[in-house]
């Protein structure tokens, strides 16, 4: 069954929480995180704001309970009330009781209406284990307790803790076994751009299991790519079909339900956003810098794991004969409060202005720039399927290293795989070769106008 309440926080919020929450002295400890959430129909919340209640102001703390000053839960009603945001109590247990207890109960049934009275229509708390481990429970208006079906961290690591790993922790799943196939049953993949490498990585996930792919891209079949989309024919190409309805009619049909959903829609379109929300990880494989650009957005502000995936095939002249220089395949793992594609130089404002440019005046960018898979080489329909494959799956097998560690180095020193195959070289670039900006958009959620973009922004009757 798919999780029906989550909440997701960054690995910098975990990883303070975990510190603070349990200091080394064996005693409880508080703190409140204000949470944006997804928009649509899916109950995922963000954490975006980590308020630590100083263990000195505590005025009874021990193995087993704490009292704190209620000057902490005003701070956060000052910063959810203006926005209608979410507040998470959080404490620990320090001695790993696994269920709330009775004393929680009582404290949620005395603080939590004086929340609701404040501000918002959803509020909750949470618990933290020594391990860093959490299990949660939110409450309706009517104070209703919802458990948490899912909270995870989106770090160098992926970390899912479903309601019931608290109550009886068996570890997480290992890879490639069917403990890994059912823990994907319950999880969303999407896949922006679906044709090349993407119909490659959309083919694998689907394979893998994943209970939900959302697949986002407004590109028709031609008969120029057939040999490289999966799940495209002639016919396709003769109706101009698009290609997610064509690639989710063929994938929904390995199972008794459908769980493809395909949106034809470009990228940097609300109804794409608001589909890519609805994900737990998202792949990149699309061949604009905008694209790109759009989908760091969207796991900064919706707390993303994101994998992107490229290739190219670089040219030089050897006399008046143009050869290939080299065969190359690149991946990015970028999570969210990390380095993102931009700070990678994946793309660039000189880069965005100048697709920009081959829209308004492509002559004029034909001057600028020349793209294509083989540099310099006009190829309408070029035979990579074997590279596309190649990098495909090194991007597939990077979401399940960084979900189901098997790797026995730190996944940090693998936040980018470049192959060369012409010179039989793979690399690797760690997480910290790469300066992180702070995102102003990270944990934004479901904030107007979507992304900080005026043109997501909602319209009339919306």
Not at 193 to 207: H, K
Request: proline share 5%; charged share 25%; with cysteine.
């Amino acid at each position: 069954m798919m999780p029906a309440c989550t909440l997701t926080l960054s690995e910098a919020i975990h990883g303070q929480l975990l510190r603070h929450l349990f200091p080394g002295d064996g005693k409880e400890a508080a703190a409140v995180l204000v949470c944006t959430k997804v928009p649509g129909n899916r109950l995922r919340l963000l954490a975006r704001n980590l308020i630590l209640v100083p263990h000195e102001e505590c005025s009874q703390r021990d193995e087993i309970s704490l009292t704190w000053p209620s000057d902490y839960i005003e701070k956060a009603i000052d910063i959810a009330e203006a926005a209608q945001l979410s507040i998470i109590l959080v404490h620990s247990h320090p001695t790993g009781y696994p269920h709330f207890s009775a004393v929680d109960d009582r404290s949620d049934r005395q603080i939590v209406p004086s929340i609701f009275e404040a501000c918002g229509h959803l509020h909750g708390s949470a618990v933290m284990l020594p391990s860093g481990v959490m299990f949660g429970r939110v409450y309706t208006q009517e104070l209703l307790a919802v458990p948490m079906d899912l909270i995870s961290v989106a770090g160098v690591d992926l970390r899912y803790w479903w309601d019931h790993d608290a109550h009886r922790p068996v570890g997480r799943p290992m890879a490639f076994t069917t403990a890994m196939s059912t823990e994907l049953s319950r999880l969303t993949a999407c896949v922006i751009g679906v044709s090349g490498t993407g119909s490659i990585v959309a083919e694998q996930l689907c394979r893998l299991g994943f209970g939900r792919v959302i697949l986002i891209d407004h590109d028709k079949v031609e008969r120029k790519n057939l040999n490289r989309i999966l799940n495209t024919v002639k016919t396709d190409a003769d109706h101009e079909r698009p290609k997610v309805e064509v690639f989710a009619e063929t994938v929904n049909s390995y199972r008794d339900v459908p769980y493809a959903t395909p949106v034809n829609a470009n990228v940097l379109t609300r109804e794409a956003v608001l589909a890519a929300a609805q994900s737990d990880v998202l792949f990149s494989c699309v061949d604009t810098h905008r694209g790109r650009s759009t989908a760091d957005r969207i796991a900064a502000a919706f707390l993303l794991p994101l994998f992107d995936v490229g290739v190219a095939i670089p040219t030089r002249n050897v006399g008046a004969e143009k050869v290939i220089d080299e065969v190359t395949g690149r991946i990015d793992y970028i999570y969210p409060g990390g380095s993102s594609l931009f700070d990678r130089g994946i793309y660039t404002a000189a880069t965005l202005q100048a697709e920009a440019l081959a829209e308004a005046d492509p002559e004029a960018h034909a001057e600028q720039i020349k793209r294509g898979y083989i540099n310099d080489v006009p190829e309408q329909a070029p035979s990579v399927i074997t590279l596309n494959m190649r990098a495909a799956s090194s991007c597939v097998m990077e979401f399940i290293a960084r979900a189901y560690p098997f790797r026995h180095e730190s996944n940090g020193l693998y936040a980018r795989t470049r192959f060369m195959l012409a010179e039989g070289i793979e690399e690797f670039s760690a997480e910290s070769e790469f300066k992180a900006r702070v995102s102003p958009d990270l944990a934004r959620g479901d904030q107007e106008p979507l992304l900080n973009l005026p043109v997501l922004a909602k319209k009339g009757g919306e």
